[in-house]
């Protein structure tokens, strides 16, 4: 039985026999008796093993350390001690997995987070990483269900690409040229690799995206994606993934519209469905944190374009350490400012042309494009999407402008029956950050891939 | 209004006016009348619109293309015509997108899939590729919907490795080295590599998701896999999706249970969801598709061991291709007889040693090691597991005769609290063409990448 199923069924379990499979988190042994703290990671809630010396290997069991993986068979019974409804009296426990005394996740002091990236394999079986990662896995699910219940068809963008049509300056490049060769032989020969011409891991699948928004009206990916950036900050990784929907027959105003929702939806799904999670995220990682996601569940989110933003950050009665100018970008600190002075979420909409990227509606103005960023308070920005550019000629002129390569296939399809569309795209970590209050984006990834770090 | 919810609430939208935006698939003029076959992508079906000469732009109308986007206005109304049961008598239509006559999808003759891979970019919009994609996605979803509610933890195996653990040779190299200046100064620096040194793209996440079973008991990847084998067969791609559930305290046959679960228990999903679809599929592409499926799911899957395989082919009253031969593999031939003569699935057991990998556990008999090969009819082999050797020595033994790295995390799962445990992989594409019928593997992935492809 998982342990999650016994808690859902404690009811009518208890006073009976149960199995259950998993790991010894912590040991106490008294002389006549112990405790075991007992989890199988099916849920976020341990349960205590209660045993005494009146087991034929009490002994035995009385030597198991933390870290054994082991069989306890046993019967549930209401806890009479502080913290916990149910516990199970010991009938037997089978050693399944030794575990030494060299275990480095001992209960002795609680680990740092830097240590636990050095034991990124082991780290998932500590209170925090058990439910950094569930939340994870739940708010993938959340996503997925959002869209397919909302008919949006879920694309798997191409990784590998040969256009470089967004910033190939950072991109990671494929090969199977043999390294060696290429040094000895003093030449790089692209007819000789794989694709025949040189390749790239994508940045994004949004281009591509825009094809399937052509056909089915409503689109998404979800995936992984690639940045070379030579950053070591807590919000860099140069793996993540992101998801990147795509409407046709869609506005800017309407894509505020499913970024809204489908925001509030996820956030919505992960508060029900990882209650236990989410306290301990709220009691141990960042206080408050349930508070800022029901707020942001039940606010209405302000829109407001970047001229009328600027307008009130000069306004405002602060010392800025960057000026707010007109036609430019906006800092941290004016995000901050912005999300406080509405008190929640702001679409920031319209934006300076020359800021943004090349596939973004230019407005009437042609001076700013219809593009937004989302602004959560706590978080800054947390996404950003836009209306694309369905005007052939405008879209080559822009192309042109800001030497972009005019790949054929991307401007057919503003020959081919184009429409008004739009998509935004989302960073999960950064939705993870938001979510847990974990700040390091190493420590929402299983795995984190950062410059100079590609263990396991 | 999206069509899916038009038909959805036809009964109650009969006679009602609606508002619907997509593209015209076909056009048929006369000279007071004209019908307009009508998509939006949000459903398979198509509608039929209806215009008469009355209408005040009827000379507009009766000159739109194919492919052209189009709003249009009109009274949903009971179909008086053959096949299908209602149309749209139309209000009016307002062009959103025109369509040139260039455009590659004409309605004259149907296009080969040859031709429409070469139009990737289109083909989405026919009614195959719209079909396949769809059923991509809604497979996509089953496939997180039944782990999700069976309690396993989504699991995002890193794309980037520097571990050779398994079979290195067939690994694309990623780098941000710049190859001119590896030829111009004749030699390799790894140490200026990004990440320091030589990273590959991985070809399977199951390293990595032991660690996450050994902390969650139930958990799966699901994401893209990398192999720069070079085979231009209907079955290879280079960059394609897989998933690899993990569990712990699971043996061989729970691992054959959770298989036989989880595939009938998608397939089905695919069916109940994607009824017109898998319509089209069983009419234009496999006959008796939707048949070879149900059987499927109302079959018990046969469970008998590689040795007694080999006794059955050997006493086949067969002239093979291929002898069977006790210790070696079996060949094409031998799938699909074996799934004839069982007459349904069959999983095949404990196989030889030599020809599987390092990780699967080894039999009492030091020969064979508990691994499993599902045979499906009309499909051959669908996926593969194994309980993984969960004891540190023969496992140490097992790395020492086949030449892989002993990579130290890996091996420690075995020393911290290790447990029978066991997986399986399924490719993705290779599923979608037994859900589709479709034969190569190039028309069920939106962009695939071959050797020397890699368009868009």
Not at 17 to 23: D, F, I, T
Not at 58 to 68: D, P, Q, S, V
Not at 130 to 152: L, N, P
């Amino acid at each position: 039985m998982d342990l999650k199923e016994l808690y859902e069924k404690s009811q009518e379990l208890l006073g009976s026999e149960v199995k259950l499979q998993g790991w010894i988190r912590n040991h106490r042994k008294q002389k006549d008796f112990g405790f075991i703290d007992f989890s199988d990671g099916t849920c976020f809630k341990h349960i205590q093993l209660v045993y005494t010396s009146d087991l034929a290997n009490f002994e035995e069991i009385a030597k198991l350390h933390i870290g054994c993986a082991i069989t306890v068979t046993g019967t549930l019974i209401e806890s009479e001690g502080a913290g916990q409804d149910y516990e199970i009296k010991v009938k037997d426990i089978v050693l399944e997995g030794d575990c030494p005394e060299d275990y480095p996740l001992q209960s002795k002091g609680r680990p740092t987070r830097e240590f636990l990236r050095e034991q990124a394999y082991l780290r998932p079986r500590t209170n925090l990483f058990q439910a950094v990662f569930r939340v994870r896995s739940v708010t993938a699910y959340a996503i997925h269900k959002y869209f397919q219940d909302h008919g949006f068809v879920y694309f798997h963008a191409p990784l590998f690409t040969t256009s470089d049509c967004e910033g190939a300056g950072e991109m990671f490049q494929v090969t199977t040229l043999d390294l060696d060769k290429v040094a000895s032989s003093g030449k790089v020969d692209y007819t000789k690799d794989f694709f025949g011409k040189r390749a790239n891991l994508t940045v994004s699948g949004q281009l591509e995206a825009e094809t399937f928004a052509m056909a089915y009206k409503k689109t998404y990916t979800f995936g992984p994606t690639f940045r070379a950036e030579n950053s070591n900050t807590k919000t860099h990784a140069n793996e993540f993934w992101m998801m990147e929907p795509e409407m046709a027959f869609c506005d800017l105003k309407q894509d505020m519209d499913v970024m809204e929702d489908m925001l509030k939806y996820v956030v919505k799904y992960v508060l029900d469905n990882c209650p236990d999670e989410m306290d301990f995220f709220d009691k141990f990682v960042e206080n408050g944190l349930k508070e800022k996601l029901t707020k942001l569940i039940n606010s209405n989110f302000t829109r407001i374009s970047h001229h009328d933003v600027i307008d009130i950050l000069q306004k405002a009665p602060v010392k800025w350490e960057f000026e707010p100018i007109q036609g430019e970008d906006i800092a941290k600190e004016h995000e901050k400012y912005i999300t406080e002075y509405f008190n929640g979420p702001v679409f920031i909409t319209d934006w300076p042309k020359d800021i943004k990227a090349f596939y973004m509606k230019l407005n009437p103005d042609n001076e700013t494009v219809a593009a937004v960023d989302l602004e959560v308070p706590g978080a800054g920005e947390l996404c950003g999407g836009s209306q694309r550019e369905e005007d052939y000629d405008k879209l080559v002129k822009r192309m042109k402008e800001m030497g972009v390569p005019e790949t054929e296939w991307y401007l057919n399809l503003r020959k081919y029956g184009g429409c008004v569309h739009s998509g935004f795209g989302m960073g999960f970590e950064r939705l993870l950050i938001y979510l847990t209050g974990v700040e390091n984006i190493r420590d929402v990834i299983p795995y984190p891939r950062t410059p100079g770090n590609c263990e396991y």
